[in-house]
């Protein structure tokens, strides 16, 4: 009878639903024993239903399900799918619905998705696992340059205790264009990694610091006092330099607030697509600062950004005599790392980097993989980076 | 270009929706001046589309929207609504569709909730503000009783300082049945109105730990290495004693990682519905450790968690002799505070506790609010006893 009450009790938020009095012990979808995956859809007065994510074919993308007993529909992957984190949704008469039996759900910019795994080498670090677990918080600095405060996520490492003495180095961490100080902690998987490499002894305990580089909000959507509004994918002021010129802030929080070292040679910064364009200028502009740099998918051009900034485009002294600077960066060479993929639409972008770096013969790693401009290449990038760094 | 390019990149990830190629500039629905909301969803093919929601009076739930132009679908609400936040879904041939122009999304329990708000005195301490903010952070405790490491929100007031000297009371805030660590502070609003009280001067800064009460999982779904399947609302092993027995290892982690005075009259323990139940019996079983107790909408007798408790019910020693241990607790009393609507299904157990109390001549604080088994009485609640705390 309490089960009873109880359930009477979530209904009134609940969703009234065509399962939601049918037990389900597993979610969905069914990930079947050679990988194939049946997905289920209840929808007994759908004219159609379909199914659509990053796990079919870019050339077979939303997929026809066929209706069956009760009304509900079902698909069958045509081959087993490759270990990976996939997204996915249904849509019912041209609608898109997201899956009610998965709680897993990420957002990613200013929308959500239903996820799987298929569980394998390629997704072993992106889960939780049986390890010692570091903590994330949410924190506010004052910036003085916006007249604010503004929110960061941080990531200390298992052990890490504010009242030792231990001192530990710090990787700074940056988003794309329409994410925010969230993104590397659901897509990104970046506590999992870092968990579970730290326990493998394969990276260096370190403290990790998801700022916001959207000048223009206080922080991901719905956390500020100024965020109650639709957020818009690419916010203007989030590549004319305001950032960059700003980011001494965020070092300076942390080096008073956290247990840190504060030489070069224990300080990182990267980050993906706009995060890493930040990551070029803010080392680049800061030469003593950071003795390891990873750019994933960089954007290098800052005049691309241009229709973002609306009051007109004027050059920031941030990215004036860059090639001297980069020069002056490498006169000690950080470790310098690039990732991008062999179909991301920015490669152009990273290919003139590069021929930058060469002219000038500075050193750095180059690291070309599959596929185009999105999660699944960064958290690869993520991977193969934290090992390099602190060594 | 470059906005093309990146709309596109965001494309391989993002829905096909027929307002995708859209600016939008507010979020829906539309508050209208007045205090009515206009809902709109586009489902040009749809053959009826429904709203349902907390908005809706219990009698006139799920309403059926009118097809306007361009297949969008409108409904408007009858009436000005009351300052709240408000829970909705639409319906399309039956199926429950989440608002793809709305990032305002919580989850309660395993489901996920489009959210709106109408300001006003009752919520204006639910919405983020332009003052101090606390860090919130998700740590893992280690657990003796359990064999594993579980995870808690610790939110640490503005100011917070882990290497100065300052020390804090601590306030032990605990969810209901389904729920786990991350409910307080989605639907709970909990840092939110720290921040806001503390601000305003009528909250003592405090820090507020928010533990996993079941036992039978770490961490909320997907956070630990055990969650990777569906969460049932109603897990075993919450209400039969096991939690309330481990709760000095909670105590102990937070004491000895965080700057928090170590005396009863600066603990205090509370909780909604199977919270307030865990409060009940936690604060009876340890009669000098709690100055304050807070018990919101609680059940009282374990019995009625029997089904859950799957392999036989034996009552815990937690549970027996209760008077006896309630009149211990009273000796040196706590400052016992209870909140229930009027129309709570649990309000008999309310009453059940609240003649035992007055049979023995135990002062308590008793507040009744119209209204159910609810978070908007769980927010009033809260906004409530805060500021009787460590006074």
Redesign the interface.
Known sequence: ???R??????F???????FAQTE????EPTINQDNTVTFHF??????SVFV?G?FLPDNKR?QKMQRGENGVWVYITEKPLEPEIY?Y?Y????????D??????W???????NIF?INGERTRNY???????G??????YPSASFS??R?MSIYTPPGY???GSKKYPVFYLLHG??QDEDSWLGFGRMAQIMDNLIREGKVKPMIVVMPNGNVSQQ?A?????D?????T??PPRTMNGEFEASFNEIISFVES?YRVKKSKDSRAIGGLSMGGFHSIYISANNPKLFGYVGLFSPVLDPS?????NKTGFELSEIYINFEQKLKTQFEKAPLYWIGVGDKD??KPQVDKLRTLLNNNNLQYSYNETSG???WTNWRIYLEEFLPLLFQ
Chains 1, 2 share one sequence.
Not at 100 to 105: D, K, L, S
Request: proline letters at 9%.
């Open positions: 009878m309490f089960r009450i109880l359930l009477s009790v979530v009134l938020l609940a969703t009234v639903s065509l389900r012990t597993q979610p209840a929808a007994p007065t759908a004219d659509d990053d939303h997204t949704s849509f019912i008469n041209g609608n898109r619905v997201e009610p039996y998965n709680i897993f759900v957002r990613n910019c200013a929308s959500f998705y795994i889960v939780n696992k049986d390890v010692p677990h903590s994330v918080a949410k924190v506010w604010n405060s929110r205790n504010p009242r264009a329409g922080s959507p719905l956390e500020g006092s965020s109650y509004i639709l957020p994918f690419f607030n691309i950004a241009q229709p973002a639409p920015y185009g401009h999105v």
